[in-house]
């Protein structure tokens, strides 16, 4: 048991004989502390420098797949305007054709489609050097994208040096370019010059009908001094639902008119009567018995109809209105005047009872017997043909007659129905013209309706960042007697990224303000043409996104609004057929919703490229230079810079706005498309 003590005495060093802690057990324990305390503070501040490389190599993929949208947003902008101007354009030059198919209308047909015209060589031009623009810029995407994301490493240097970059995944552009498909208008123009002949024909015949429709109206309607409708009131006090009046040519026609002189005829010869017992009174009578018996007959058989082609047929009799003229009727030959016989000669009587009727009565005879010899006028009642003549002409060469303004509508109607005729021909001719060019305009909605450029420039998978930290020496005030001095060893990390559709974004708000900043410095705006040209491509423009509603909605809306300069007949057609078109046909939308840049799994990354052994991340991590320049960075991984990677903006191209006086250079600051947020 001699060790008993010793083990007694060595615990005794640490615990009193009270069982409390020493001196030497307390100094001992706050010494222990002190070097956990230290150590452990160093842990952590090496931990937490550590993670800090992979938060630049974060912000590195972040800042990369900026620039990728960007270009995005530059490439999605051009594209809509081109797409925007084509179908501008073609819906300016089909309201061109519209235009030109209506009467008069020509030459307003013909300036609009030299507008759309010139609207597509506009495209032509700014397409061509959008897309020669947006192809040079592509080609430097990766070498934005590396100095966007070694700048943004950059930015993070403090006490430790950080240097990183980004990678574009795909590396080489797989975009397809159609903006600078041309569309070839000059059919339609030429088709436009025969429309705008054959509307102006027609528009000459329209008037001549129009003015032959007036010129009825007037003599029915019209007390100039007096008229039909006048006169078959005052003589005949026809009702109301017989005699109606029109107080302007629209819904007048001829009909109006035969039905009123068949209502007119028939009323007089039931309500004639000889006004007193004079012969000449009786003869008269008796002569305006035969003229309205003639009168109402010859109504009857007047026709006037509307056919479903729009094509009318009139036939309106002319009634005699002097001897010559009666002579051409039945009026002339008709047996129904009494005949005597007075020894050898034969007289004609205006009516039975005439004092001079006193030989045998013989059968009745025509007045034209008196001019062939047969009969003699009786020298009593003067019956023959000068008196059936003057009947004629007393109602019809004064201006208080009925017979008066129908003459002047029977003239009035034979010229309508040759104007008419001519119209219809011409509007036949329209017809077979409109059907030509819709199938020139279809062809013309078809070249536009190709598909849409595809982007995918460098980057468009997604970008891996990648960062380097440099060694570091540990922070003095961490070290002490209680800890040694240490280095924080160099690091390395990386991090992946890619764009992501923004939801709240689905409306092109890009759109709309880049169609309100090309608008805004001329006066008035869009307002101040808000009927025009302008306006249409700002609602295309600004419909980019969901064209297949877009287009045709305008195009509805615009050709519509043609009504009003009059669009029938082969226009209404026309402007039919194309509203069917451009609905039917269709345009492929596009997603404008803006996309942002999202971290992402490199891995995924990687496996979209087909490189998912790194094996380019580890050779840029090598090669990644200690310092020095963007421009130094570029050559280190070999990219190609264009001479005008250096420029503070690129001009893709200039943009005339359809509408305005405006030509406006698109430019791409460089500084701002390395900056976007």
């Not at 006169?231 to 039905?259: E, I, Q, T």
Request: glycine letters at 10%; one cysteine or more; aromatic letters at 8%.
């Amino acid at each position: 048991m001699s060790w008993a003590p010793e083990i007694r005495w060595g615990i005794a060093t640490f615990i009193d004989d009270e069982g409390g802690f020493t001196s030497v057990a307390v100094a001992l324990a706050l010494l222990v502390s002190l070097c956990l305390v230290f150590a452990v503070a160093q842990v952590q501040w090496v931990a937490a420098r550590s993670g800090d490389v992979q938060v630049v190599a974060d912000a590195c993929a972040l800042s990369g797949t900026r620039a990728v949208r960007a270009f995005s947003v530059v490439a999605q902008v051009s594209d809509a305007c081109v797409l925007s101007l084509g179908l501008c354009a073609t819906l300016v030059c089909g309201a061109g054709l519209i235009t030109a198919l209506v009467p008069g209308m020509g030459n307003a047909g013909l300036s609009l489609v030299e507008r759309g015209r010139s609207m597509f060589e506009s495209r032509g031009q700014f397409a061509a050097s959008a897309a020669h623009g947006l192809q040079s810029l592509e080609r430097t995407l990766p070498a934005l994208i590396a100095t966007n994301a070694w700048a943004t490493a950059d930015a993070y240097r403090g006490r430790i040096a950080y240097r990183g970059t980004a990678l574009a995944y795909p590396q080489e552009s797989g975009s397809s370019y159609d903006l600078a498909e041309d569309v070839d208008a000059d059919d339609l123009a030429d088709q436009v010059a025969q429309a705008a002949e054959l509307s102006n024909k027609a528009a000459q015949d329209k008037q001549a009908r129009d003015t032959a429709l007036e010129r009825g109206w007037h003599a029915d309607c019209l007390d100039d001094p007096s008229c039909l409708y006048s006169r078959a009131d005052a003589l005949a006090s026809l009702p109301v639902d017989k005699n109606p009046h029109f107080a302007h040519p629209d819904g007048w026609n001829f009909g109006v008119a035969l039905n009123r002189a068949r209502a007119y005829y028939r009323a007089r010869l039931s309500q004639e009567s000889p006004a007193s017992s004079s012969v000449e009174e009786q003869v008269n009578s008796a002569c305006r018995l035969a003229f309205f018996e003639y009168a109402a007959q010859a109504t009857a058989q007047g026709t006037y109809q509307e056919h479903p082609d729009g094509t009318k047929t009139i036939d309106l009799p002319e009634l005699p209105h002097d001897r010559a003229s009666m002579q051409q009727t039945s009026l002339y030959t008709q047996v129904r005047w009494p005949v005597t016989q007075e020894g050898s000669t034969r007289y004609i009587h205006g009516y039975t009872s005439c004092p001079k009727a006193q030989g045998n009565a013989q059968s009745l005879a025509a007045v034209s017997e008196v001019d062939s010899g047969t009969c003699i006028s009786c020298p009593v009642c003067n019956m023959g043909p000068q008196a059936l003549g003057r009947t004629a002409s007393a109602s019809t060469n004064i201006s208080n007659g009925f017979e008066h303004y129908w003459r002047t509508i029977v003239e009035a109607s034979k010229d309508f129905e040759e104007a008419d005729k001519r119209y219809q021909q011409s509007q036949g001719e329209l017809k077979e013209l409109a059907q030509s060019q819709s199938s020139l305009y279809e062809q013309v909605l078809q070249q536009l309706a190709v598909p849409r450029p595809k982007l995918c420039p460098p980057g468009a998978w997604g970008c891996v960042g990648v960062a380097i930290s440099g060694s570091t020496q540990i922070p003095v005030g961490l070290t002490s007697g209680f800890a040694g001095e240490g280095e924080l060893p160099a690091g390395c990390a990386i991090a992946g990224a890619t764009l992501a559709p923004d939801p709240q974004t689905a409306q092109n708000n890009v759109l709309s303000r880049f169609f309100d900043s090309l608008t805004q410095g001329e006066e008035g705006g869009v307002a101040g043409v808000i009927q025009g040209v302008t306006s249409l491509w700002g609602e295309l423009l600004c419909g980019y996104g969901d064209a297949y509603g877009t287009v045709g909605d305008t195009a509805n809306k615009l050709f519509d609004g043609l009504d009003a300069v009059g669009a029938g007949g082969a226009a209404s057609w026309l402007k039919s057929k194309m509203s069917e078109m451009v609905a039917t046909l269709g345009f492929e939308p596009a997603d404008l919703r803006l996309r942002k840049p999202v971290l992402y799994a490199t891995q995924d990354v990687f496996d979209k490229d087909g490189s998912g052994d790194g094996a380019r991340v580890r050779s840029v991590l090598q090669q990644l230079p200690a310092e020095g320049s963007a421009a130094d960075l570029i050559r280190a991984f070999g990219h190609i810079a264009q001479d005008w990677i250096g420029e503070q903006e690129i001009t893709l191209g200039t943009l005339e706005i359809p509408g305005l006086p405006l030509s406006i250079p698109i430019k791409v600051r460089l500084g701002e498309l390395l900056s976007s947020p």
